[in-house]
């Protein structure tokens, strides 16, 4: 296949190429993901600060300086605690259903700007909080940011990005929040050791410096041809977008099928009811299972607690948050290696792999912690260094799997006429269930203890082979012949018919 060129499943070609102009817009709107990473690192550590926990969560502080006789397992359970931490989620679950409809009628770029100025107004309020009420209504408000923000990017990326390499730059969204991870533990290493207690606000404002980039870049990003066609009749001035955006004239084939996608999609009045017809029962099943099962590899309790869970292996505040940093690190390098290779090995390929690295390490963990880790004491440091390696291999797997793919591929999957419902679907499951186990995962440590690592283990081999067996292969297919791998796989056929494009043409009659 000549470089620049991509094969449609009906043996039309899409022209063009690897454009500087898509590289700057996919860079500005994948710091979406640097602010949803710094959201998630930035609690973790802050909730592991004593003059933190001391202002706000004073019951936790006293349990853990001062109950000689509470579980390893037990020193940071409260309902208050996981309380700030998991209010995000909540606001970012009702918010991606009001961004459904403003990514849908005003475009990807509305969405966008809108989430960078909550993020802004999340990150003041936080930095300047003096009671418990004005620091979650700041969690709130980067939920709400993070709702439209998550909703929008993966479809800016995956619409603008050629569908030769859709993986990789969609993938550079789960490479931005390992990067807003990496410097939110960063931030929170440095800012721990600020003598006068208020290095805690330090972290929290911070936000704001992704957040003004995310905002004011958005003022100059381009909407996607896909999103632009949704609210304009004027073809010529989509196809000059096109144009510019693959750095080529010949872009007839690709405008013709993002025409034909925008004519179906406009026969939809409520795409939220059309998602539920029996020629979208894959589409559907995948926008919730896929960031279900994201979610249940319990990567999210190494995200939000890795500081605490370090320190319930013994280790100190200091050197707990340094750990933090070097597992940031390995997702970053694991999930960069997941963008180079996604587009050649595939989809299933990696996630079976990922799955497999990921359950064994989990089973190994918790067998080391139920062996050496009692409910007082600590492991010595030749233990401890081991779970930290085998924690970093575990994140190594979810870098180059779950975590980008996770995104990529309800991004990608949904025809135009139900994408922006579906995305909608998919983020709002995702922060469900992120809501849920961050919620819940200090409680289910102080009853589980090492048996935590045990039962998110088994959702990674449930997942593992719900891939082997449901999951097509979508790489190196453009975005609107995606129905395509529904009709050929094995299973779904049987539910889809082999050919619904019959069911297209009635619909356009």
Not at 52 to 79: G, P, T
Not at 146 to 165: D, I, R, T
Not at 195 to 207: D, E, F, H, N, Q
């Amino acid at each position: 296949m000549a470089e620049g060129l991509v094969v449609a499943n009906d043996g039309e070609e899409y022209h063009g190429k690897l454009t500087c102009f898509v590289i700057l817009a996919c860079m500005m709107a994948a710091m979406g993901g640097v602010i949803f990473g710094y959201d998630i690192g930035i609690s973790g550590g802050v909730t592991s600060m004593e003059p933190f926990l001391k202002k706000f969560f004073h019951d936790v502080y006293i349990k853990m300086k001062e109950d000689k006789e509470l579980s390893n397992y037990c020193k940071f359970d409260s309902e208050l605690l996981t309380s700030f931490t998991s209010s995000l989620y909540v606001a970012g679950l009702f918010a991606t259903f009001v961004a459904s409809s403003v990514t849908r009628v005003y475009g990807r770029k509305a969405s966008i700007l809108l989430g960078g100025a909550n993020f802004l107004a999340g990150a003041a309020l936080g930095g300047a909080a003096s009671n418990i009420y004005m620091l979650i209504i700041g969690r709130v408000l980067l939920g709400v940011g993070v709702g439209f923000a998550n909703q929008a990017v993966p479809l800016y990326l995956s619409e603008m990005a050629p569908s030769k390499y859709r993986g990789g730059f969609n993938n550079s969204f789960q490479l931005s929040v390992g990067i807003g991870v990496l410097i939110a533990n960063l931030i929170n290493y440095g800012t721990e050791k600020v003598k006068g207690g208020w290095g805690w606000r330090v972290s929290l404002a911070m936000a704001a410096v992704p957040a003004s980039i995310l905002t004011l870049g958005a003022l100059f990003l381009p909407d996607t041809p896909n999103s632009l066609i949704q609210r304009t009749d004027d073809h010529e001035k989509v196809k000059r977008l096109l144009q510019r955006v693959r750095g080529t004239d010949d872009v007839q084939a690709e405008l013709d099928d993002i025409i034909l996608a925008s004519e179906i999609s406009k026969t939809i009045k409520h795409p939220f009811k059309n998602i539920l017809q029996r020629k979208y029962r894959p589409q559907l099943v995948m926008s919730v299972a896929i960031p279900f099962f994201q979610q249940v590899t319990g990567i999210n309790v190494i995200a939000f607690y890795a500081p605490i869970l370090f320190q319930t292996i013994g280790l100190g505040v200091s050197a707990s948050l340094l750990s933090s940093v070097v597992t940031g690190a390995v997702g970053i390098v694991t999930t960069g290696l997941s963008m180079l290779i996604v587009d050649k090995v595939g989809r299933r390929g990696l996630l079976i792999f990922g799955g497999i690295q990921m359950f064994v390490t989990q089973m190994i963990v918790g067998g080391l912690m139920g062996a050496k880790l009692g409910d007082h004491g600590g492991l010595s440091k030749g233990w401890a260094f081991v779970i930290l390696v085998l924690i970093c291999t575990y994140v190594a797997g979810f870098g180059l799997s779950w975590g980008p793919l996770g995104w990529l591929i309800p991004s990608e999957i949904f025809p135009l006429e139900i994408r922006s419902a579906g995305q909608s679907i998919s983020v709002s499951v995702n922060f469900l269930f992120t809501f849920l186990v961050g919620q819940t995962f200090l409680a289910m440590l102080c009853h589980f203890k090492f048996g935590i690592f045990f039962f998110f283990g088994v959702w990674v081999a449930i997942m593992t082979a719900f891939v082997y067996f449901f999951l097509p292969e979508t790489k190196n297919l453009p975005i609107e012949k995606m129905d395509r791998v529904w009709r050929e796989h094995w299973f779904w056929k049987r539910i889809v018919g082999e050919n619904n494009e019959v069911i297209i043409k009635e619909e356009e009659g």
